[in-house]
């Protein structure tokens, strides 16, 4: 089987089985566990695990069924994850094949599912030798391994354009017509601020922390909380999310799935981990039923 071999493990998160599985331990110590709920999906950040893998973790495990649903994960077929930095003209992609390697095992492409999303929307069909090294995806792999080590997987990057929402919908209607129970997980990180990404509108220092923290990301926040597709669109000019794309498909996946309400479950900032006047942002949401 062809696989998407890592290209962070080791650098930007752990390289072992047995490194990743006592981070994730710690995360969820760290951050009192998983939330409970009937949750469909949800919305990661992807910095380097010290920054922002605990954010992640919480919201991954949370997507876990409830314990009265069953008694492990096996009733999760598929993980949709929907990720990747690219601009309104870039053209989307996904990965139709094979499997994607982690520390924790390999996980298998879902092919029948990524084949039907494929064969109805315009979208790049990519295979494991040609699939493009993002961390906006990798560093999601390992949580999902541990989380549902019997799922399969669709991923997809997704361009901040008309498309997006298309490819979340679609990508759900597929999975029900092949009786797939999925999770959907779209990540993100917010505001890339200072001098390293050339923006730094509210100057520098403790005033331009308070400005992302309390105004640029919220405002980001206020349209996920609010499922909103064309209002994340619009914040493009905000410069408050890298991968807009993919939180209008998983919010439009997210709906099509039955989520009504969202859970903002965490926020944070690389400041807090690492003084600078160059940092990032970092949300965790979660979609629920009811």
């Avoid at 492409?109 to 990798?138: C, H, M, W, Y």
Wanted: hydrophobic content about 40%; charged content about 20%; some cysteine.
């Amino acid at each position: 089987m062809e696989k998407k071999r890592t290209a962070f493990a080791g650098t930007w998160y752990p390289g072992t089985a047995v490194e990743c599985e006592a981070a994730i331990e710690q995360f969820l110590k760290e951050g009192q566990g998983r939330v409970g709920g009937d949750f469909v999906g949800g919305i990661v950040p992807h910095a380097g695990w010290h920054f922002s893998g605990s954010i992640a973790c919480r919201v991954i495990a949370s997507l876990q069924p409830k314990e009265s649903d069953t008694d492990n994960t096996d009733n999760i077929d598929t993980i949709l994850l929907f990720g990747a930095h690219m601009h309104r003209q870039s053209e989307p992609f996904i990965l139709t094949h094979g499997c994607v390697e982690t520390p924790l095992g390999e996980i298998e492409v879902d092919q029948e599912l990524a084949q039907n999303i494929a064969g109805g929307v315009s979208i790049r069909k990519r295979s494991p030798e040609k699939f493009p090294d993002e961390n906006t995806l990798e560093l999601q792999y390992p949580f999902i391994k541990y989380f549902f080590p019997g799922a399969k997987i669709v991923v997809c990057g997704v361009a901040p354009s008309g498309l997006a929402p298309i490819i979340g919908g679609m990508a759900v209607e597929e999975a029900k017509k092949l009786g797939r129970s999925i999770r959907i997980i779209g990540s993100t990180d917010m505001t890339h601020y200072g001098p390293d990404f050339g923006f730094t509108p509210a100057g520098l220092g403790k005033k331009a922390v308070e400005w992302v923290t309390t105004e640029n990301d919220q405002s980001a926040i206020a349209v996920m909380k609010e499922m909103d597709t064309a209002g994340v669109i619009a914040q493009q000019d905000h410069r408050n999310m890298c991968c807009p794309g993919a939180v209008v498909a998983t919010l439009a996946a997210c709906k099509k799935n039955g989520a009504v309400k969202a859970i903002e479950l965490d926020y944070a900032t690389s400041f807090e981990k690492s003084k600078s006047d160059s940092f990032v942002g970092y949300a965790g949401m979660l979609y629920v039923r009811s």
